[in-house]
C-alpha cells in the first residue's frame, strides 16, 4: 500500500462529468463540510437513506457522522461530490470507502442525491473509487446493497461487477469486481499521486 500524504486533501481532488457535462467535483471530506454533509443525508428520501444504511435513520448519528469525518483512520476514507449550485457548493453525492489489507480488497458504499439521479453520477464515481482503489494497492473492489435494491444492482452489473449471495446476511448481495485499470491511464489524482510517489522512492529515479 502506498502511505497517502493527507496533509494536504485538495491534491486528491478531481474533476468528473455528469452525462449532461456538468463538472462534478470529487474531493475528501472535510471538517468544514459537517453541517452540509448532516443537510444532505436528511434531505435525501427516506428509501435512500435505506439503502444507503439497511436501515431506517434520519440522519447521521453523532458517532457515525464523526466517522465520516475522519480521514484515513484505520484506512477508511469519505468522499464528497459537489456542484455549484446558485453560486453554492453543494454535495449531491457521497461514498465511504476502505482498504482490508490483509485481503487487498476495498469495501465502498454511496449515495446520491435523490435530485441528481439518473444523471450518471454513481456510474462516474463507481469508477473514480475503482481508481482510488487501484492507486492503495486493492486487487479487487466489493459494495454490498439490499436484494431489493434494484438500482444499485442494476448500476453494479452495468460497471461489470461479479454477484454472490452474501456469507451473513439473506437479505443482502454482494457485487465484486477485480481492479484492472491499465497502468498507461491514470484517471485520478490518487493514483497519479501514487505513481510519482513511487517513482520519486525508485532506486532507478536517481540514476
Given at each position: ?50 439503502n444507503r444504511f439497511f436501515g431506517a435513520i434520519s440522519e ?82 466489493f459494495g454490498e446493497t439490499l436484494r431489493s435494491n434494484a ?11 461479479a454477484f454472490v449471495n452474501h456469507p451473513d446476511d439473506w ?37
Amino acid at each position: 500500500m502506498t502511505a497517502l500524504r493527507l496533509e494536504d486533501l485538495k491534491q486528491y481532488s478531481d474533476t468528473l462529468r455528469t452525462r449532461e457535462g456538468k463538472a462534478l467535483s470529487v474531493r475528501f471530506v472535510e471538517p468544514r463540510d459537517i453541517d452540509e454533509l448532516q443537510h444532505y443525508f436528511r434531505s435525501l428520501s427516506v428509501r435512500s437513506r435505506y439503502n444507503r444504511f439497511f436501515g431506517a435513520i434520519s440522519e447521521l448519528p453523532k458517532a457515525l457522522l464523526q466517522d465520516f469525518l475522519e480521514v484515513g483512520e484505520r484506512d477508511r476514507f469519505t468522499v464528497v461530490a459537489t456542484m455549484m449550485i446558485d453560486g453554492f457548493e453543494t454535495i449531491v453525492a457521497e461514498a465511504r470507502y476502505a482498504l482490508h489489507a490483509e485481503t487487498m480488497t476495498l469495501e465502498f458504499g454511496l449515495s446520491v442525491d435523490d435530485h441528481w439521479q439518473g444523471h450518471g453520477i454513481a456510474t462516474a464515481l463507481m469508477k473514480n473509487l475503482e481508481c482510488r482503489a487501484a492507486a492503495l494497492g486493492a486487487e479487487h473492489i466489493f459494495g454490498e446493497t439490499l436484494r431489493s435494491n434494484a438500482t444499485m444492482i442494476s448500476l453494479a452489473r452495468k460497471s461489470g461487477f461479479a454477484f454472490v449471495n452474501h456469507p451473513d446476511d439473506w437479505k443482502l448481495v454482494r457485487f465484486d469486481k477485480e481492479i484492472s485499470i491499465a497502468p498507461k491511464d491514470i484517471p485520478c489524482a490518487s493514483w497519479r499521486l501514487a505513481a510519482l510517489s513511487r517513482q520519486a522512492e525508485s532506486p532507478s529515479a536517481s540514476v
